[in-house]
């Protein structure tokens, strides 16, 4: 079976279709989509940063691997809302309802096991390698990486 190139624009459209929970497809730079690493976000909102999302790029200085994984941003601290008071800039203030919160909760309950995963897990998997000799890699990705994450944003 001859596969389209992949590209992270290729891959987080099929991961999208693949989900079963709505995520919304966003490149970095909307001017040049198909060189842009791309995020799948939990939320129509415009300004995103508060959710955590699926990341797609190409390896470092390469567009023979495809890195994908979690991607949480955490914000800026209330303390620096009075430098950070226009509308926009308001924004980039981590409040409660920013997703950093829950992930930072959730790994301070990990127990000792699950620490050791989550360390490999990081590790590892982020910079996972698209093997393009499975017959469907972008759906191999998702069932053994991003699925079990795709729990984690939906629950978050």
Known sequence: MEY????????????SSLSDIKLIKRPWDRFRPDISPWWLVPSTDILYYKYA????????????VINCGLYV???????????????????????????WHKIVEAINELNKDQWLWL????????????????????????TNFLKPLETLIGNI
Do not use: H
């Open 119 to 142: 360390n490999l897990f990081i590790c590892t998997e982020l910079s996972s390698t698209i093997n393009k000799s499975i017959a469907d890699p972008v759906k191999e990705v998702y």
């Open 73 to 99: 941003e955490k914000g800026l601290g209330e303390s620096l809302t009075p430098v950070y008071s226009s509308k926009q800039a308001r924004n980039l203030i981590m409040n409660k309802d920013w997703d």
């Open 53 to 64: 999302k699926f990341y797609f790029n190409w390896g470092k200085n390469k567009q023979e």
């Open 4 to 15: 389209p190139k992949l590209t992270p624009r290729f891959i987080c459209e099929k991961v």
